[in-house]
Nanobody, 125 residues
Framework: QVQLVESGGGLVQAGGSLRLSCVAS????????MGWFRQAPGKEREFVVG???????NYADSVKGRFTISRDNAKNTVYLQMNTLEPEDTAVYYC???????????????????WGQGTQVTVST
C-alpha cells in the first residue's frame, strides 16, 4: 500500500512562491510516474504536472514556465516549485502515483492509483 503525504501549502501573495513536497512510502517510489493535480473551489480536479522515472515531465499549459516538478528517489519525495503564483492557482494540491506507469505521464486522474490528502494553496491579490 502506498501512502502519500503532501506539505508546503499556505497563503502567499500574488507573484510569490511556494514549494510543495510529497513523501511516498510503502513501495518502491522510484519505479513510477508521479503527478500533481489541483482542485479549485467549485471546479473539477485538474492535472498540473507529472514526472516519469527518467525525469521526463509533462506540464499543463497554465503552469508552464512558472512551476517546476522534481523528484528525489533517495528521499522518496517529489517536489513542486511554484513561482509567480496567481490567484487562479488557489486550490487544494494533490500528489499521486501512477502505479502502472514508468514512462507515460498521464494527464487523467484515472491514470493514477494512489493519492495524498492534499495541501491547500491560497494566493491573495
Amino acid at each position: 500500500q502506498v501512502q502519500l503525504v503532501e506539505s508546503g501549502g499556505g497563503l502567499v501573495q500574488a507573484g510569490g512562491s511556494l514549494r510543495l513536497s510529497c513523501v511516498a512510502s510503502g513501495r518502491l517510489f522510484s519505479r513510477y510516474v508521479m503527478g500533481w493535480f489541483r482542485q479549485a473551489p467549485g471546479k473539477e480536479r485538474e492535472f498540473v504536472v507529472g514526472i516519469n522515472v527518467y525525469g521526463g515531465t509533462n506540464y499543463a499549459d497554465s503552469v508552464k514556465g512558472r512551476f517546476t516538478i522534481s523528484r528525489d528517489n533517495a528521499k522518496n519525495t517529489v517536489y513542486l516549485q511554484m513561482n509567480t503564483l496567481e490567484p487562479e492557482d488557489t486550490a487544494v494540491y494533490y500528489c499521486a502515483v501512477a502505479g502502472g506507469s514508468r514512462i507515460t505521464v498521464s494527464v487523467q486522474e484515472a491514470g493514477y492509483d494512489y493519492w495524498g490528502q492534499g495541501t491547500q494553496v491560497t494566493v491573495s491579490t
